[in-house]
């Protein structure tokens, strides 16, 4: 299924393909990203290796943007568990492991100290990374500057307690 989700989008975005083709594309993307099911093959797209292509992993990140910010609510604590250790896994993927492959902690904070390579035991990249997640919360969700209504706040103030502070819940 997600090679089918793969195919649509570039057919959807594709300059030279049939206008009935792409129509139909756009409107099987639409479907995958309203349908309960979309989410999750969408987590899956995002995250496989080897890596889907630059503008299936876009729209799947778009998707699950879209679900965490209308459809939190909705989600079971499951759904949440699943989402929050398949990002972890990701992000220990790309960003964390050493040659040795090392498990940790499912705590984003404990990533930063976690790889020991070449004697050090503070990983740069995972700083990064760490960083400019806190900075994307930081502007789209906790920012008191841009106004939002009293649900959104309460919203969003559930995804980080959940999902960042609390990531065992």
């Known amino acids: 299924m997600e090679e089918q989700i793969e195919q649509a989008v570039t057919f959807a975005l594709s300059p030279t393909a049939d206008h009935s083709l792409k129509s139909q594309a756009m409107n099987f993307c639409e479907q995958v990203k309203v349908s309960p099911e979309g989410w999750p093959l969408c987590l899956s797209l995002f995250v496989r ?3 889907s292509t630059p503008e299936s992993r876009l729209f799947a990140l778009q998707v699950m943007e879209d679900v ?6 909705s ?3 499951s759904q949440v ?7 972890m896994d990701f992000v220990k993927r ?14 984003p904070q404990s990533l930063i100290q976690t790889n020991n390579v ?9 700083i990064d990374i760490f960083l400019r997640i806190l900075l994307a919360i930081d502007e789209e969700v906790a920012s008191l500057v841009v106004p939002r209504e009293k649900d959104e706040v309460q919203r969003n103030s559930n995804i980080v307690s959940i999902i960042l ?4 819940k």
Do not use: C, W
């Open 81 to 87: 568990h699943q989402i929050q250790s398949t990002l």
């Open 118 to 126: 070449n004697g050090n035991k503070t990983n740069m990249r995972t």
């Open 68 to 73: 965490l910010k209308n459809r939190f609510s």
């Open 49 to 51: 290796f080897p890596k």
């Open 165 to 168: 502070l609390n990531p065992n």
């Open 75 to 77: 989600l079971d604590a």
């Open 94 to 107: 790309e960003y964390v492991l050493g040659e040795d492959g090392s498990e940790f902690s499912t705590e």
